[in-house]
């Protein structure tokens, strides 16, 4: 088995090295088996039918349109957590840079020269003093990979958390300690921080979560940063908000026009992944998966397809997507029946409108399997078939 891949994007080459070269090829087709992606924008890019997987190094997958790849039989994988770090990081030095002059220090401290440069500076450091984070209060909203991250490094810089998160899973609600108080709604977290940061991923519920209503909601005064995703808050509402005092400060990843030569907007360019460390992770968590899948079939941190691990124990493996419709596995088997082929193992599970089922059997002729296969795909229902050899 030879299979291609083809990626977008600047892929650390430490997630590329996961691909052995005698089962995989990189970059050498228009026709890949595979996608292994950042950021790039799937919306404009064509992926045909030969795409059996998307793999995206990172978290945001609204890059990605999941309805047409599921449609398509093309599973979408992101890496859960692979940056988290990296962007809580980021988010406690924003806290910091937007609560202390720092840029404008340096920039007076630049400019200083002679002799007597220490005297100038003991001098004049009385125009920079700022406020510490401690004892301020600091709403997180989304306590996921991130949020719940930020939510601790808050905390323990003696910062009140209040999170905010109706669908948090139960995985990172046993991360979050028992200290962190969770509001049971929005507003309530935006009267009372001062600081409020958003940790979502985008979607159609979640665009324009922020905008003029919730600003007027929030602390007259608050700082509000924004690492999720360009429209989660409300450019527009943002400006004014500002412009009339209800917020002192915005900070994001996400730049736009509506921000330049603002002082109250500080802008990052996208930068909260953007670790040697997290693009390492990223990169090999992203090829790990798509190997599992592409070589046993097995689905994990998939965001459009259950996860379905079974042990590959036979000598081979076929694996059906399916539409999520009654009586799918009867009519799968019958087939199989019909064919002569005794099950092994199987297993089917379902996410929304789509279903994957998997069935180990032993051996069979090349001729078989392909009459097999074909009577499998004849099924209306049925989107894709594979047969895996172990
Ligand atoms: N700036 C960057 O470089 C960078 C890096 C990583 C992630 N991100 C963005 O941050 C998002 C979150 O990343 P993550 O790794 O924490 O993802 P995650 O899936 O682990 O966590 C997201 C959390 O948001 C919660 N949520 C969803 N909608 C919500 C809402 N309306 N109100 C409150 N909570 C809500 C979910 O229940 C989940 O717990 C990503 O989707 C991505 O868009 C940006
Ligand atoms: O969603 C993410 O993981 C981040 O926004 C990182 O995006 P990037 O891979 O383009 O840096």
């Known amino acids: 088995m030879t299979m291609d891949i083809?990626?977008?994007n600047m892929i650390a080459p430490e997630g590329l090295a996961?691909?052995?070269p005698a089962m995989y090829r990189i970059n050498q087709t228009?026709?890949?088996d595979a996608l292994l992606i950042r950021s790039q924008d799937m919306h404009k890019t064509h992926f045909g039918t030969s795409v059996l997987a998307i793999a995206r190094a990172g978290a945001g997958v609204n890059n990605i349109?999941?309805?047409?790849?599921s449609?398509?039989?093309t599973v979408v994988f992101n890496t859960p957590g692979s940056n988290a770090n990296a962007v809580k990081e980021l988010i406690v030095a924003m806290l910091v840079i937007a609560t202390r002059p720092i840029f404008s220090s340096i920039t007076w401290a630049r400019k200083l020269n002679g002799a007597d440069v220490s005297l100038q500076t003991e001098k004049g450091k009385n125009h920079f003093a700022g406020t510490e984070l401690k004892g301020k209060t600091i709403g997180v909203i989304g306590l996921g990979a991130v949020g719940s991250r930020v939510a601790r490094a808050a905390a323990d810089m003696g910062m009140h958390v209040i999170g905010y998160d109706p669908y948090i899973s139960v995985e990172h609600a046993w991360r979050l300690s028992n200290d962190i108080p969770r509001a049971g709604e929005l507003a309530e977290v935006l009267r009372s921080s001062d600081y409020v940061t958003i940790h979502i991923p985008y979607t159609e519920k979640?665009?324009?979560?922020?905008t003029a209503k919730e600003l007027q909601q929030i602390k007259k005064g608050a700082i509000l940063l924004n690492y999720?995703?360009?429209?989660i808050v409300n450019e527009d509402a943002v400006v004014a908000a500002l412009d009339n005092g209800q917020i002192k400060q915005y900070v994001t990843d996400f730049s736009s026009s509506k921000f330049i030569k603002r002082d109250d907007v500080i802008v990052t360019p996208h930068i909260g992944g953007t670790t040697i460390e997290a693009e390492v992770c990223g990169a090999k968590m992203a090829a790990q998966t798509l190997r599992k899948y592409l070589e046993t079939g097995n689905i994990v941190n998939s965001v459009n397809f259950p996860t379905v691990e079974m042990e590959f124990a036979s000598a081979l493996r076929l694996t059906l997507i399916h539409r999520n419709v009654p009586n799918m596995v009867g009519r799968i088997t019958t087939i199989l029946a019909?064919?002569?082929?005794?099950?092994?193992?199987?297993i089917n599970r379902s996410r929304d409108q789509i279903a994957y089922t998997m069935i180990d059997v032993a051996a069979i002729p090349a001729e078989k399997l392909k009459n097999l296969q074909a009577a499998l795909l004849a099924i209306p229902e049925v989107i894709r078939v594979r047969a895996l050899q172990k």
């Open 6 to 8: 083809k990626t977008y």
């Open 18 to 20: 996961v691909f052995p």
């Open 30 to 32: 228009d026709k890949p």
């Open 65 to 69: 349109p999941l309805v047409e790849a």
């Open 71 to 73: 449609s398509n039989g």
């Open 206 to 210: 979640n665009k324009d979560l922020i």
């Open 228 to 231: 999720s995703r360009w429209g």
């Open 338 to 346: 019909q064919e002569e082929v005794n099950i092994d193992n199987m």
